[in-house]
């Protein structure tokens, strides 16, 4: 079988399914971003603008894409075993699993009122993180530490919440510096709490697999509201009962 009879094969009849030209579904739900003039960063979830039945096609479309990157790339993705699948498996990777948090709703979160008028701080974690560098698209793995300062008015919500929430946000292309500001942001809106803390220390894999292959390095950053910045011993607090927490 040529190169040539191949396209043909798997070309055509998807260009079919995900659609050609102004036709594709990812031109689609671009043009309705544009036109409700949403931004669509890798970090922003575009979940309202993608139609039931689209992710499904979108994963095609993006299929076909990876698969025209493997052969760029002089990879026979006909004849060897290992790569005839992986444009498939990739784009499904993307748009279900590391990617996800840019194409699902916000999970459900419910909140409590402060029944107790709990005004003491709470330390959430370590919670567990994946999500992938936005410049080269490798992994960044680590952990996520949340303090709450809650009044009498603040909602409270489950433990479970505060990982799915997480997991959400970093489940997009990200650099960690927004993303830790994208969580305190949602937990802010949802909790409205005296003070909040969000600290995450992580690996990135664009400085292990690639540049410097500097196998140790982490970054470590913060953010403070309310409280947190207003109060030096309720920040010491929080912080050493973190590095506590760490060891």
Not at 37 to 49: E, P
Not at 52 to 62: F, K, T
Not at 98 to 105: K, L, Q, V
Request: one cysteine or more; aromatic letters at 6%; proline letters at 4%.
């Amino acid at each position: 079988m040529t190169d040539k009879d191949s396209r043909d094969r798997s070309g055509s009849g998807g260009q079919d399914q995900a659609g050609s030209g102004d036709e594709r579904v990812s031109e689609r739900i671009r043009q309705r971003l544009l036109q409700a003039r949403q931004r669509f960063h890798a970090n922003d979830n575009i979940s309202r603008f993608v139609e039931p039945g689209e992710l499904d096609a979108l994963a095609l479309e993006v299929e076909q894409r990876l698969d025209d990157l493997l052969r760029s790339l002089v990879i026979d993705i006909e004849q060897d075993h290992n790569t005839r699948e992986t444009g498939r498996r990739v784009a499904k990777m993307y748009l279900r699993e590391i990617f996800a948090g840019r194409y699902t709703p916000a999970p459900s979160v419910t909140e409590f009122p402060n029944v107790e008028q709990l005004n003491e701080l709470m330390i959430i974690g370590p919670i567990r993180v994946r999500s992938a560098c936005s410049h080269h698209l490798c992994p960044i793995i680590g952990k996520l530490w949340v303090g709450v300062m809650p009044n009498q008015h603040s909602n409270l919500i489950g433990l479970s919440k505060y990982a799915r929430l997480a997991e959400w946000i970093m489940c997009r292309p990200q650099i960690q510096e927004e993303a830790v500001t994208q969580m305190a942001d949602v937990l802010q809106e949802k909790m409205n709490p005296d003070g909040l803390a969000i600290v995450m220390e992580a690996e990135h894999f664009c400085m292990h697999w690639r540049g410097v292959r500097d196998t140790d390095a982490k970054m470590t950053n913060s953010v403070m509201r309310g409280s947190f910045l207003t109060n030096d011993s309720l920040r010491r607090e929080f912080l050493t009962l973190l590095n506590l927490n760490r060891g």
